[in-house]
């Protein structure tokens, strides 16, 4: 599958880049996509919700009325859930919501992440970024004059570049990262994948 490389500025080099059918052309697997998804988005949960069960709650241990004789239910504690200011019932603990995926099922997920953009036409190659320095004004830019500024992207670089990082972080629905922490929610997340060039071998190698 060639893809021709781009410019930042917008302009065509001229050049082509084969992207691997293996990782940009796989019949996608919907299951796996969701299973990935489900993943990411439960290990971003803090799961530090907790309220007072009645063994938390501050309060006497004496027994607030008689056990006979009021004609009303027996109670042995003002810390009760049936009472006013007592402990909740089953109320949230604090839990890690994140669960183990079989390394293969997730190289699946991405892989038919990948080949959904490609299919619509959403990828595209740029030239490997370098930027003077963190200058947001740059990055608004560089994506004005890829035609991106009002779609949501993800940009993906080969290694850690602080200047670019740094530029993007100011800018609305666009996100930078680096092909060995691409996952299946990101790329989907986003209406136009960039690739920077030296970022397509990484994520074929991790892939493959």
């Known amino acids: 599958m060639k893809v021709a490389v781009i410019k930042n500025s917008g302009e065509d080099t001229g050049r082509k880049i084969d992207l691997s059918k293996a990782v940009f052309g796989v019949e996608p697997n919907d299951h796996a996509i969701y299973l990935d998804v489900k993943q990411f988005l439960a290990a971003q949960r803090q799961g530090t919700h907790k309220s007072k069960e009645r063994a938390d709650i501050a309060g006497s241990t004496r027994k607030i009325k008689k056990q006979k004789g009021t004609g009303t239910a027996r109670a042995g504690s003002i810390k009760s859930p049936i009472f006013r200011g007592g402990g909740r019932v089953f109320g949230p603990r604090p839990r890690d919501y994140d669960f183990k995926l079989n390394k293969k099922l997730k190289v699946v997920a ?99």
């Not at 030239?127 to 560089?142: A, L, N, Q, S, Y």
Request: charged residues 30%.
């Open 110 to 208: 991405r892989k038919s992440a990948l080949s959904y953009k490609a299919k619509d036409k959403n990828v595209v190659v740029l030239e490997d970024i370098v930027f003077e320095g963190p200058r947001t004004k740059d990055f608004i830019t560089m994506l004005s004059s890829l035609s991106l500024s009002d779609k949501k992207t993800l940009l993906v670089l080969g290694k850690n570049d602080k200047d670019v990082f740094l530029s993007s972080r100011n800018v609305p629905n666009a996100k930078v990262v680096t092909a060995d922490s691409l996952n299946t929610y990101d790329v989907l997340n986003a209406e136009s994948l960039l690739l920077s060039e030296s970022s397509v071998k990484i994520i074929e190698n991790l892939l493959k």
